[in-house]
């Protein structure tokens, strides 16, 4: 594995061990070269997905962009990276065993939906914002009244 700092090719791996949902093995490397010390991950790639976007426009599956995402909609929320970290990979284990190569964003889009719906109801409503252009406070009240809506279904049974 290549430094990041240095360039060096040849770096030495001190400790591995599994991430705590044994979805990845973490790797703590010394370059020899310069001294340095970084983490890397190794994660289990079952096959290379394609996002099909709106405009047609094909693009290779980004975890580090759906990480940022989900970061960004958790912000300052109570929600440990961890809990980011399992999301996501649960939501890239269903799009990899779903059997499709390409998979519409739209449905990447929703399982985010979905899985912030479990873990934080901000974050719910700030990825919605995004996800589904709000363009006025109007929408922010529409689509929170129809998530009260759905818990007073909920309370109801």
Known sequence: MRCPFCGHNDTQVKDSRPTEDNAAIRRRRFCADCGSR??????????DLMILKKNGQRVAFDRDKLIRSIQLAVRKRPVDEERVERVVNGIQRRLESSGENEIRS???????MEALS???PVAF???????RNFR?????????GQLGGEEEEYEDR
């Open 38 to 47: 970084f983490t890397t991950f190794e994660r289990v790639q079952l096959r």
């Open 136 to 144: 006025e406070a109007r929408d922010f009240e529409d689509f929170v």
């Open 106 to 112: 739209e449905a990447v889009g929703e399982l985010v």
């Open 118 to 120: 479990n873990l934080d």
């Open 125 to 131: 409503v700030r990825f919605a914002s995004v996800y």
